[in-house]
Nanobody
């Protein structure tokens, strides 16, 4: 069993920045790729960013590319999402997830953290 706990969400004006954190415990964190997903009201959960177990490979959705940066610190069992130049359309609940080697969710999710971007 793995526990994922997100933090760092909040209310920010358009153009601002936030850094989300996801602390993992339980399963061997370093052996998994990790991802960030988001779900806006009335919409399906969508992929935002992913990072390999080593941190050497990252992948982004087109909607966040160039604005968001995913990183991880395996010594701290933590993955981060630095979000810059935020837009109102980035408003959503953000979830972190364990990913398999195909970068698909394993089914282990955090509880989510709310990000609200005002115009």
């Amino acid at each position: 069993q793995v526990q994922l706990v997100e933090s760092g969400g909040g209310l920010v004006q358009a153009g601002g920045s936030l850094r989300l954190s996801c602390a993992a415990s339980g399963r061997t964190f370093v052996t998994y790729a990790m991802g960030w997903f988001r779900q806006a009201p009335g919409k399906e959960r969508e992929f935002a960013a992913a990072i390999s177990w080593s941190g050497g490979y990252t992948k982004y959705a087109d909607s966040v590319k160039g604005r968001f940066t995913i990183s991880r610190d395996n010594a701290k069992n933590t993955v981060y999402l630095q979000m810059n130049s935020l837009k109102p359309e980035d408003t959503a609940v953000y979830y972190c997830a364990l990913l398999n080697r195909y970068l698909s969710p394993t089914g282990d999710w955090g509880q989510g953290t709310q990000v609200t971007v005002s115009s």
